[in-house]
């Protein structure tokens, strides 16, 4: 999900638009892994449409972040990019919780958005009703983790 608009007035009506549709948005500091004294605190739309975490890039280069590689992608309008993509340390006051997670480097404009990925890696889901994030039991392996050797 990426929306441009120099004026910023789409941006501000997709919040609201966003924000009607129960999403909503979480304070998340982003830490460089290998420097962690490197950081920022932002407010993230958590997006479970998104599958991995978009951070503006300029943000991420500020605390020293690098790309490791590029990923294609096509946007919920239909639209393709090839985005690069790096690890920050995620940190979500409300689980008390730390973790390195995938982000991309977003265009400038770009919206924070806490993906799919980062809420799974914390062992989250997105509750619209109450806006907050809920533990949920972890599934690994389902029947074949559980076989005896």
Not at 95 to 124: Q, W
């Given at each position: 999900?990426?929306?441009?608009?120099?004026?910023?007035?789409?941006?501000?009506?997709?919040?609201q638009v966003?924000?009607?549709?129960?999403?909503?948005?979480?304070?998340?500091?982003?830490?460089?892994?290998?420097?962690?004294?490197?950081?920022?605190?932002?407010?993230?739309?958590?997006?479970?449409?998104?599958?991995?975490?978009?951070?503006?890039?300029?943000?991420?280069?500020?605390?020293?972040?690098?790309?490791?590689?590029?990923?294609?992608?096509?946007?919920?309008?239909?639209?393709?990019?090839?985005?690069?993509?790096?690890?920050?340390?995620?940190?979500?006051?409300?689980?008390?919780?730390?973790?390195?997670?995938?982000?991309?480097?977003?265009?400038?404009?770009?919206?924070?958005?806490?993906?799919?990925?980062?809420?799974?890696?914390?062992?989250?889901?997105?509750?619209?009703?109450?806006?907050?994030?809920?533990?949920?039991?972890?599934?690994?392996?389902?029947?074949?983790?559980?076989?005896?050797p």
């Amino acid at each position: 999900m990426h929306f441009e608009n120099s004026s910023g007035i789409l941006a501000v009506e997709l919040m609201q638009v966003a924000s009607a549709m129960g999403m909503f948005q979480v304070r998340v500091r982003v830490s460089n892994p290998s420097e962690r004294s490197r950081f920022f605190e932002e407010n993230f739309w958590v997006d479970t449409g998104a599958l991995y975490s978009f951070v503006p890039e300029g943000r991420l280069k500020e605390i020293g972040i690098s790309p490791l590689r590029a990923r294609d992608f096509i946007f919920a309008d239909g639209r393709r990019d090839r985005r690069l993509l790096g690890e920050a340390v995620l940190t979500i006051p409300q689980l008390d919780e730390s973790l390195t997670c995938p982000v991309i480097f977003a265009p400038a404009d770009s919206l924070y958005l806490l993906g799919a990925t980062a809420l799974e890696n914390f062992g989250v889901q997105a509750d619209p009703t109450t806006q907050q994030l809920r533990p949920i039991v972890a599934v690994t392996g389902g029947f074949l983790a559980s076989a005896l050797p």
